[in-house]
Structure formats: C-alpha cells, structure tokens
C-alpha cells in the first residue's frame, strides 16, 4: 500500500534518528556534555527543530505541514504535539521563527562538526545529508514547492560547510578543541559563528549604497543614514579624544509585515561594525516564542540566551508586542521587565531592535517605565506602493530569468491595486507569493507544448496572472505572518 504524502516527513525522520543517533553514541564517551541516556532524544530534538525550520522557511505554515509535523513528532516527543491540530499549533505561535534554526549549528551539530575536524570523520556529511532530506520531504509536501524552500535547504547544507570549514581552520592552529558543555534542547539558541569565520567588515558607503538600492523606503533609508552620520561623528570624535554624548542605540521598527524590517535590520547590523559599535555585527532574530516560556523561572533563561547569542551583534525582536498579551498565569511581562535589564547592563555589547505593527509597539513601550528611554527612536516601515510592489515582483523574477510582457505588468499593478491594505497587509510577501502563483500558472499553460521556446518560458503574460477574484485564496497565510 502507498504511503500517504505526510508519511514523506516521517521516513526523513526516522532515516535521520536511525544514521545519527550511532554516531553520537560514538561519541559519548568522549565528549563532555553527551548524556548517553538522553541521546535518542538529543537527535530526536534535533530532527523536530530542522523540521519547523524548514516548515518555517516560507513563512506559510500549511495544514499538510502542519499535520506532517505532528504525525512524524507526536509519537516521538513527550508533549502534548499528538493532540494538536495545525490551527492550535498556527495559533500558539510554535514554529514562528524557526527558520532560525537553519542559520547555525544545533549544539549537537557543533559537536560533530568538532569531532569531524579533530579526526578526519564523516559525522557531519551524514548529519547533513539527513537533515537535507528532511528538507526535501517538507517541500514535497506542496504541489509546487517555492524556490524559498528549496532555498533554505541549500543556505543549510552551505551553512554547515562553513562551520566545518572554520572548525577544520580552529583545529589546525589551536589542537584539539573542547566541545559545548551541553546538548540544546528545543528553541533554544547557539553561539555565532567563530571569529574566523567573520569576513572583513564592509566600508560605510558600500554597506549606504546597497541600502539606498532597496526599493522604496525613502524615509526609512533617510532615518538610517541619520543614525549612520551619528555614528561616524562619534567614531571620529572618539578618535580625536574629545567628549562624545552617548546616546541610546536601540530602535523600534515599526510597519507591516514583508516591508524590509529584517533587511535594513541586517544592514545596520553591519553599519554598527563598521563604524564600532558592536564587533561582531551578526544579526539574531528571535520572537516571543523564543523568549516567554511557560514555566516559572524558565523566561528569563530564555532571554539571557538570546542576548548571549546576539552578543557584539544586533539582535531583532519581532512581533515584540505579543510580550505584553497573555493572562494572570503569562511570562511575557517577565521577558519584557528582562529585556529592559539587559540593555541596560549591556548597552555597550549589543543593539536591539524590536519590531511590530506601530499601535501595538506603542502599548508595549508604556508597559515598562524604562522602556521609552532605552528605545528613543522609532523608524516607520510603510507599506510599498502598487508600483513599488511591481518592481519587487520584477525584481524576484529577474534573479530566474522572468520577465512581464505588457499586458502582464498591467495585470499585475491590478492584482495589487485590488488587495485590501489592512492591518497585515502582505508587501513584500505579498509579491514573492504572487509571483510564484504566476510561475506555477505559467507551466501548466506551457506543459502541453512540445517545445516552448525560451521566450516564452522566461516570459509570463496576463493569463498567468491570478484573477483579481482568486486573489484572496492566492494569499491564503500571507496575513497570517509575513516576513519581518
């Protein structure tokens, strides 16, 4: 009997705990931290983190995903996963952020990868190809999956070469490395890359030149480059000894989802480096679910964590807001009375950045009396114009070769034109999820002719475009969470 399309992620699973788990035990008696009566559900965790991750990804967390997470980790996992439905997981807010996950190595990875470049092993490749194939499996589980999907599983596999990369550089001129003390359990962060795998910090005006490049927001670029000029006047009177006023850095971003906030997040994350504020400049993303937990005396853990992984960086709360939502029995006001704290004691070691819709991030600033002072500046995102949200639709099809003819670009400026803008307007996201729509539209129109030429498979034309009466099933989840 053929298994049903779900039972995909379940076999990736289960070929990933059954190849991993004898390479850990491997280890166990070797390497501190490894607690060999915990180690399937050390790899078990693993696989149920890559798995959000990759379900994450294109920030559309669909109900065959969501049913697939649950059959593959109900049975696994101690919680209550087997109960839920995708709704209640959509709900709860579980796998918001967990694309992170992909962006560095899990403690258990990282002990790998130390062990492979202390000895010459083979535990990374098979960890990596496992957790690929667990990638592969969530894609599958759309009838087209997005290029954002398959993305993500190729920023993973190059993510994990350079971490062995670098800990190969580590062992060679240092000898044997210690590995972590302890193995991460679910949502729980890591350490930045090593310094060696820094690249060289980019000059000021290359970093403002790609900023300026971004479509739109022209007054956020003007806020940036204000607080950049800031910067460098600061760095200068440093240099000549003279007084410098400090000023608080942190900032509140404020806009609808898919408007640029995690992209010029990232670029001042860069700007700091360059101009001295920070040393690392790395950006680290969390949110309410990777801070609030609902354990007495587990929060505030939870938010030294992020802290300690944006250290020397920036890090972006998204959706910082939903900190001051929750009854009696809530933890988000402990995370915020923590976040205060922390940018206090570390005001010299790193900057955060809380974003969110603007009335809501208003509330959140009165629910602490030292929240207003640590965050004095707050630049507003706006949402792009129909124009703008038609040049990032060209802009996404330049990178595959598409290109609108005519009548298409007309019936695309349309399409937008047609959408409501209320709160959680789509933007950015918006665009990407049209633009994939047309593709997919593009080859069934296409699929029945023997040999397309290639103007018309780079070309998509009006009738690949969704009707204006289709559009909100094409934006099915677009509201639902948009990028940052």
């Known amino acids: 009997m053929n298994r049903p399309p779900s039972a995909a992620l379940d076999d990736a699973v289960a070929a990933f705990v059954a190849d991993v788990v004898p390479e850990v035990e491997a280890l166990a008696d070797s390497v501190s931290g490894i607690d060999g009566s915990r180690l399937r559900s050390y790899v078990v965790v693993d696989a149920y983190n890559l798995s959000c991750g990759f379900i994450d990804a294109d920030g559309l ?54 062990s492979d470049a202390r000895d010459g092993g083979s535990r990374t490749a098979i960890y990596a190809r496992r957790a690929a194939q667990i990638g592969h499996a969530v894609a599958s589980l759309d009838l087209l999956p997005s290029r954002t999907e398959l993305d993500a599983i190729e920023r993973f596999r190059a993510m994990v070469q350079r971490a062995l990369e670098a800990a190969r550089a580590g062992a060679d001129q240092a000898g044997p490395r210690a590995a972590p003390a302890a193995v991460a359990g679910p949502a729980e962060g890591l350490s930045p890359d090593t310094d060696a795998a820094l690249p060289a910090a980019r000059p000021l005006e290359e970093l403002l030149a790609e900023l300026d490049a971004l479509i739109g927001l022209r007054e956020v670029k003007h806020e940036v480059h204000l607080v950049a000029n800031l910067l460098r006047v600061q760095q200068i009177r440093r240099e000549r000894d003279l007084p410098v006023l400090e000023a608080s850095r942190h900032l509140i971003f404020t806009g609808n989802p898919g408007t640029g906030k995690t ?26 679910s990777g801070l609030v937990a609902g354990f007495v005396g587990q929060t505030a853990g939870r938010v030294v964590g992020a802290f300690d992984r944006a250290d020397e960086g920036v890090l972006l709360i998204d959706e910082a807001y939903s900190l001051t939502r929750g009854g009696a029995e809530d933890f988000g006001r402990e995370a915020i009375d923590m976040i205060v704290k922390l940018v206090e004691d570390r005001r010299e070691r790193l900057v955060v950045i809380l974003a969110g819709y603007p009335e809501e991030m208003a509330a959140l600033v009165d629910a602490n009396p030292g929240m207003r002072s640590r965050f004095p500046r707050t630049i507003h995102f706006p949402d792009y114009s129909n124009d703008e949200l038609l040049a990032i639709f060209e802009a996404i099809g330049a990178e595959g070769r598409y290109q609108l003819d005519d009548a298409g670009r007309r019936a695309v400026l349309d399409w937008f034109a047609a959408q409501p803008r209320d709160a959680g307007f789509g933007n950015g996201r918006l665009a990407r999820n049209l633009f994939e729509a047309a593709v997919a539209n593009q080859a069934t129109r296409l699929v029945a002719r023997d040999q397309p030429s290639d103007e018309e498979l780079t070309t998509l034309t009006t009738a690949d475009i969704p009707a204006v009466e289709r559009a909100s099933a094409t934006t099915t989840g677009t509201r639902q969470r948009g990028m940052a």
């Open 263 to 288: 992209t010029v997040a990232r670029l001042l994350a860069q700007i700091y480096r360059t101009l001295g504020v920070v040393e690392r400049g790395h950006l680290v993303e969390t949110d309410r």
């Open 61 to 114: 967390h669909t109900d065959d995903e969501l049913w697939a997470l649950i059959a593959a980790f109900g049975p696994r996992m101690k919680t209550g996963l087997a109960r839920a439905t995708p709704s209640e997981l959509r709900d709860s807010g579980l796998l918001a952020g967990s694309r992170s996950y992909l962006e560095r190595p899990s403690t258990l990875l990282d002990i790998l990868v130390h």
